[in-house]
């Protein structure tokens, strides 16, 4: 019964990759050091949106909550450990909710710029076309 069961679940792996290409196993590429060395001196941390924000939260609860805790325990590892967590945790909710709120706004004015598109036509004088 064990055999007929993987056997089974194979095929529908099978038939499941077959429909989906993204599932499909691709063949690995060459890694190219040159893109990665450029693309690395083109990185800035700077440029990631919500980044900065997200960090300054994360470093402000991870002290706050770190501090808290030895204020409680008296214990070093207790600062370090919930300062840590608290920081860590912290900076990815974070992140993640600034960039939630960033895309909702960024969708809204779309969508304004798309409503505003269709009420105003454009009038032929304003693109230069006669």
């Given at each position: 019964p064990t055999r007929s069961c993987a056997f089974g679940?194979?095929?529908a792996l099978l038939q499941l990759t077959s429909k989906l290409p993204f599932l499909s196993p691709?063949?690995?590429?060459?890694?190219?050091?040159?893109?990665?060395?450029?693309?690395?001196?083109?990185?800035?941390?700077?440029?990631v949106p919500c980044l900065r924000d997200a960090l300054l939260f994360g470093i402000g609860s991870g002290a706050v909550v770190g501090v808290l805790g030895f204020v409680r325990t008296k214990k070093i590892s207790t600062l370090f450990n919930f300062g840590y967590g608290t920081f860590l945790f912290g900076t990815i909710?974070?992140?993640e909710f600034l960039r939630a709120q960033r895309r909702l706004r960024d969708e809204k004015i779309r969508q304004s710029v798309e409503l505003l598109n269709k009420a105003q036509p454009v009038r032929p004088e304003a693109t230069g076309d006669k």
């Amino acid at each position: 019964p064990t055999r007929s069961c993987a056997f089974g679940l194979n095929m529908a792996l099978l038939q499941l990759t077959s429909k989906l290409p993204f599932l499909s196993p691709r063949p690995l590429q060459k890694f190219d050091w040159e893109i990665f060395k450029e693309s690395a001196r083109n990185f800035s941390i700077a440029k990631v949106p919500c980044l900065r924000d997200a960090l300054l939260f994360g470093i402000g609860s991870g002290a706050v909550v770190g501090v808290l805790g030895f204020v409680r325990t008296k214990k070093i590892s207790t600062l370090f450990n919930f300062g840590y967590g608290t920081f860590l945790f912290g900076t990815i909710g974070s992140f993640e909710f600034l960039r939630a709120q960033r895309r909702l706004r960024d969708e809204k004015i779309r969508q304004s710029v798309e409503l505003l598109n269709k009420a105003q036509p454009v009038r032929p004088e304003a693109t230069g076309d006669k």
